[in-house]
């Protein structure tokens, strides 16, 4: 299913910028960036390797340098996507070891499996929540009038682009 087609789809491509494959089509729709953003992809070209070690994300896309964490305090986003995540992933887990050891349920160990597995969680969740954000503040900022403009104007100003 082709993305639809959004405002900014019939400007020029920026030629400071590498040709990338939705440079030369548009920019992806809200699925599609969201969904790169679930496997830890670039929401705006799909690049993989946005992250320098396992828990600290690159601060552009190495392709198409998209600004991956916009300004100071912009985890925030990605923490609260990261707690909903466990909050909901601990709901099943419980929902499944109550259905399981119903009616004789030993709280002990229920207790420690549920430490063990918030503790985790949200380590393991951690780069997803990051990339996922990513893709939530890129559909936000791409709606911006001046998206194209600003973007190019911080790769020009040596404050981004590909590295």
């Known amino acids: 299913m082709p993305d ?3 405002p900014f789809d019939m400007m020029e491509p920026d ?9 030369q089509h548009h920019e992806p729709g809200a699925v599609r960036a969201l969904a790169r953003g679930l496997v830890r992809r670039c929401p705006r070209c799909g690049a993989g390797d946005l992250f320098a070690r396992r ?3 690159r601060e ?3 392709r198409c340098g998209l600004r991956l964490e916009r300004e100071e305090g912009g ?3 990605a923490m609260t996507l990261n707690y909903l995540a466990t909050t909901l992933a601990w709901g099943v887990f419980l929902a499944v070891w109550l259905v399981v050891a119903l009616p004789g349920v030993a709280i002990a160990p229920l207790t420690l499996a549920s430490l063990a597995f918030v503790a985790l969680f949200p ?8 990339t996922l954000w990513a893709a939530v503040d ?3 900022v791409r709606a911006s009038p001046d998206y194209r403009e600003r973007d190019a104007a911080e790769r020009r100003s040596g404050n981004g682009g590909p590295r």
């Open 4 to 6: 639809p087609i959004g």
């Open 123 to 130: 380590l393991v969740f951690f780069p997803v929540s990051k």
């Open 55 to 57: 828990l600290r994300i």
């Open 15 to 23: 030629p400071t910028r590498p040709s990338v494959e939705s440079d």
């Open 138 to 140: 890129y559909l936000v």
């Open 75 to 77: 985890f925030l986003g």
């Open 60 to 62: 552009r896309c190495p």
